[in-house]
T-cell receptor
Framework: DGGITQSPKYLFRKEGQNVTLSCEQN?????MYWYRQDPGQGLRLIYY???????QKGDIAEGYSVSREKKESFPLTVTSAQKNPTAFYLC???????????FGSGTRLTVV | AQKVTQAQTEISVVEKEDVTLDCVYE???????LFWYRQPPSGELVFLIR??????QNEISGRYSWNFQKSTSSFNFTITASQVVDSAVYFC?????????????FGKGTKLSVIP
C-alpha cells in the first residue's frame, strides 16, 4: 500500500547533538513537507520541497536542515542550533494540483 | 498573508449531541482551497474534505457536514449525533491556488472530546 513512513516514532536526543528524522513516501508525489506541532500551536511549516534537489524554507526553518536527493525521501535534520527542538514532527506529501496532503504518523522528538 | 483561526481550543459534548467546529480564515486571494483534517491520538492527520473558494455548496457526508460561507470567510464543520470515536483534534487549513502554491496554512486546531 502507498503511504508515508516516518521513523523513528520516538526519538531522544541529548542537548548539543544533531539528529535526523526520516521521511519516505511511495506515492510518487512531487512535493514533500515538514511540519512541527507543539501543544496549542497547531502545525507550523519548517521546510518544503516541490521537486528533487530543490527545497524552500518555511515559517520556522532556523535550526533545521533538509535534503531532497531522491523523490521518495525528504529527511529533516534538527541541529544543535534549534533552541527548543522537543516537539512532534510530521512529514507530508502531495501531488501537484489542488489535492490535500498525505501525512505520515509523525516522530516525537524529546531533548534530554 | 494567510491566516486560519479556530477559536475553540477544546470542546466537550455528550455522545449523540451535535457539535459545530468553527473555522474563520483570512486571505487576500480571490481563489483558494479550504481543508479539514482530523488527528486521532495516534498522531497522523487524516484528510476529511477540500473545498474550492468558488464552490459555496455545502457538503454532507454521513454524519459530517460542512458549511462554507465566503461572505463571512468561514468554513464550519458539524458532526451530527456525535460518537466517542469522533474524539480527536480537528484542523482547518487554507491553501493558495496557482503554480507552486502547495503549502497549507493550518489553524491551531480544536480538540473534541465526546463523552459516553
Amino acid at each position: 500500500d502507498g503511504g508515508i513512513t516516518q521513523s523513528p516514532k520516538y526519538l531522544f536526543r541529548k542537548e548539543g547533538q544533531n539528529v535526523t528524522l526520516s521521511c519516505e513516501q511511495n506515492l510518487n508525489h512531487d512535493a514533500m513537507y515538514w511540519y512541527r506541532q507543539d501543544p496549542g500551536q497547531g502545525l507550523r511549516l519548517i521546510y518544503y520541497s516541490q521537486i528533487v534537489n530543490d527545497f524552500q524554507k518555511g515559517d520556522i526553518a532556523e535550526g533545521y536542515s533538509v535534503s531532497r536527493e531522491k523523490k521518495e525521501s525528504f529527511p529533516l535534520t534538527v541541529t544543535s542550533a534549534q533552541k527548543n527542538p522537543t516537539a512532534f514532527y510530521l512529514c507530508a506529501s502531495s501531488i501537484t494540483g489542488w489535492d490535500g496532503y498525505t501525512f505520515g504518523s509523525g516522530t516525537r522528538l524529546t531533548v534530554v | 498573508a494567510q491566516k486560519v483561526t479556530q477559536a475553540q481550543t477544546e470542546i466537550s459534548v455528550v455522545e449523540k449531541e451535535d457539535v459545530t467546529l468553527d473555522c474563520v480564515y483570512e486571505t487576500r486571494d480571490t481563489t483558494y482551497y479550504l481543508f479539514w483534517y482530523r488527528q486521532p491520538p495516534s498522531g497522523e492527520l487524516v484528510f476529511l474534505i477540500r473545498r474550492n473558494s468558488f464552490d459555496e455548496q455545502n457538503e454532507i457526508s454521513g454524519r459530517y457536514s460542512w458549511n462554507f460561507q465566503k461572505s463571512t470567510s468561514s468554513f464550519n464543520f458539524t458532526i451530527t449525533a456525535s460518537q466517542v470515536v469522533d474524539s480527536a483534534v480537528y484542523f482547518c487549513a487554507l491553501r493558495r491556488t496557482g503554480a507552486g502554491s502547495y503549502q497549507l496554512t493550518f489553524g491551531k486546531g480544536t480538540k473534541l472530546s465526546v463523552i459516553p
